[in-house]
């Protein structure tokens, strides 16, 4: 059974104040792991898919990150606008149209 | 950008109603999900659809049904709304296998709760 832990479940940070999330995952045959944000009261926004270990994506004060166990996403000099929950999910070989998803990090980003 | 819509934002319903929640995409999607999301909990995934008329049981079906007549709607229907579906529900489609990108794009969901 797949399993995903995201930590911490809550970071605060003032604005400007780098960081990063983790999501570490247990998945026989990982096929992707997938980055969300989602707002209060909102469904999750798509932001991010890595395929492999050692690979990248960016977006703006966003970069993700992704080894054979865990991924992260650094938040560079965040702003208040950043504050939301970020969601990790990631799909296997054998199921590749479901996801499994942790349970989150809320960020607040203070000025 | 793919739109995923959702019938209704919130819902307040009574206990033995039976309730229908709509989703609709435009992306022509094959691939449809019916999730629903509590604190602590996280998203769990009730019922999918690779395709018209086709559905799968997720991880937590008990209680709900789903219908999908058209590629581009998916319905989760609650036959006999109890308080303990109080939750909110997310609707979600993605491309196909075949075309190598899993992703899943998300409604805005609705706030349902059974009295």
């Known amino acids: 059974e797949d399993q995903v832990t995201q930590s911490p479940e809550a970071l605060r940070l003032q604005e400007g104040e780098s960081s990063s999330l983790n999501c570490s995952y247990t998945?026989?045959?990982?096929?992707?792991l997938f980055w969300y944000r989602q707002d209060p009261g909102k469904g999750p926004e798509f932001l991010f898919t890595?395929?492999?270990a050692g690979e990248e994506k960016e977006k703006e004060r966003l970069k993700a990150t992704l080894t054979k166990k865990e991924s992260f996403l650094h938040i560079t000099a965040p702003k208040p606008e950043d504050s939301a929950t970020y969601l990790c999910?990631?799909?296997?070989?054998?199921?590749?149209?479901?996801?499994?998803f942790g349970t989150g990090t809320r960020l607040q980003v203070t000025l | 950008d793919v739109k995923v819509t959702q019938s209704s934002r919130y819902l307040v319903k009574r206990t033995g109603e039976k309730v229908f929640l709509e989703c609709v995409q435009d992306?022509?999607?094959?691939?449809m999900f019916w999730y629903r999301q509590d604190p602590g909990l996280g998203l769990r995934l009730i019922y999918f659809?690779?395709?018209?008329?086709?559905?799968e049981k997720g991880d937590i079906p008990e209680g709900y049904s789903v219908s999908r007549e058209k590629k581009e709607r998916f319905s989760l229907i609650l036959e006999s709304a109890s308080t303990n579906q109080t939750s909110m529900y997310l609707c979600?489609?993605?491309?196909?296998?075949?075309?190598?990108?899993?992703?899943?794009?998300f409604g805005p969901g609705t706030r349902l709760t059974v009295t």
């Open positions: 979600a489609s993605s491309s196909p296998l075949a075309e190598g990108r899993h992703e899943q794009y």
């Open positions: 998945v026989s045959g990982l096929r992707g």
């Open positions: 890595l395929y492999s």
């Open positions: 999910a990631v799909t296997h070989t054998g199921t590749a149209s479901k996801l499994t």
């Open positions: 992306m022509d999607h094959e691939n």
């Open positions: 659809s690779y395709d018209v008329k086709m559905k």
